[in-house]
């Protein structure tokens, strides 16, 4: 099956600096890509949606310019939380489709545990 | 408006005994419904989809789930459980705007 990793798997960082996550689909070219915010005992929460060579959709709520995510190959996404401050620690998932159709398989990566501390 | 629930936040089961998770949906349309299991250290792996047809669907893993839509569930079941199932469980809902919703999940202790 199709993989997708993360890079790195956790990062601890001090409050106000700026921490990159990295996504790369493995084994195939992924025209979408998604990146989540888990909490503790919830469920994922979609933070934006990107594709490929265009600017990322954010999601109601989510900050654009803290959440910075670019896309610039077909094979990796990364998500910058700029400034990052404690209540942005989370588990951040990244997520990598084959295309844009309604029910088509999302493959995910591992997730990344982002600590500020 | 659109949601998913997961009724159970964890459960436990004998190994051996079989095993049924949860799921209701709210949706105004045909939805497309998903189950992931998700280990830690791993990424959310897909079990088995339904998007139309057979309400019956048969995924990895022995698991099998049935989307009834009278109900608005679509349950996951499994008939004889190994501690390698052990994990936590997402019921997730396409709603065609490439949008997916994720229930809460259901955490599942295995007992031996």
């Known amino acids: 099956g199709a993989v997708v990793s993360q890079h790195p798997s956790r990062v601890i960082c001090k409050s106000g600096t700026s921490v990159k996550i990295e996504c790369r689909s493995l084994d195939f070219q992924a025209t979408t890509m998604f990146w989540y915010r888990q909490f503790p005992k919830k469920s994922l929460m979609l933070m934006a949606t990107s594709n490929e060579g265009s600017k990322a959709t954010y999601e109601q709520g989510v900050e654009k310019d803290k959440f910075l995510i670019n896309h610039a190959s077909l094979t990796l996404s990364t998500l910058t939380v700029t400034s990052a401050h404690p209540e942005d620690s989370s588990f951040y998932i990244c997520?990598?489709?084959?295309?844009?159709?309604?029910?088509?398989?999302?493959?995910f990566g591992p997730g990344t545990r982002l600590t500020v501390l | 408006a659109q949601s998913v629930t997961q009724p159970d936040i964890h459960i436990t089961v004998s190994e051996g005994a079989s095993l049924e998770l949860r799921c209701n949906y709210s949706y105004g349309a045909t939805p497309y419904l998903f189950w992931y299991v998700q280990s830690p250290g791993q990424g959310l792996q897909l079990l088995l989809k339904y998007f139309s047809g057979d309400t019956l669907v048969q995924g990895i893993k022995g698991f099998e789930a049935e989307f009834k839509r009278s109900q608005s569930s679509f349950n996951l079941r499994k008939p004889s459980v190994h501690w390698s199932d052990a994990a936590e469980y997402f019921c997730a809902l396409d709603t065609g705007g490439f949008k997916t919703i994720f229930g809460a999940g259901t955490r599942l202790f295995v007992k031996a």
């Open positions: 997520s990598a489709s084959l295309g844009q159709l309604p029910g088509n398989e999302q493959f």
